[in-house]
């Protein structure tokens, strides 16, 4: 599921600043980028379940590794984990109101601390 509209979405940040925003919301970057990309997982399990808000960006100034880059952030995902095969996002999965709404909830924090960084 991809959310539209939520106005981080073409945003841009230092990646420093940005590590630390989405540390603060539960957002967990650890290995997953690479010298000009970023991605940012949220974990919910819900009874036997498991779903991940995705934030993803890439570099648009420096590089990842050396921990001077500027972020632009893209549209955020949610999937829904399946083992051994990995995260699905299309549009046949069913994912629970209650967890959109928190996501919806989170990304406007998302919003409102980029709106801070770059003020």
């Known amino acids: 599921m991809r959310f539209e509209n939520t106005g981080i979405e073409n945003q841009t940040a230092p990646l420093t600043r940005l590590d630390d925003l989405m540390e603060s919301l539960g957002f967990v970057r650890a290995g997953q980028w690479d010298y000009e990309r970023v991605t940012y997982d949220r974990k919910f399990e819900i009874k036997n379940d498991v779903f991940y808000l995705r ?19 893209m549209k955020p995902l949610l999937g829904k984990y399946y083992y051994p095969h990995g995260v699905e996002y299309g549009e046949g999965e069913n994912f629970p109101s209650s967890l959109v709404n928190q996501c919806e909830a989170l990304l406007a924090k998302v919003k409102e601390g980029l709106a801070t960084i770059n003020a």
Not at 61 to 70: K, L, P, S
């Open 55 to 73: 934030v993803q960006g890439y570099a648009i100034e420096g590089d990842v590794g050396g921990r001077h880059a500027v972020i632009k952030l």
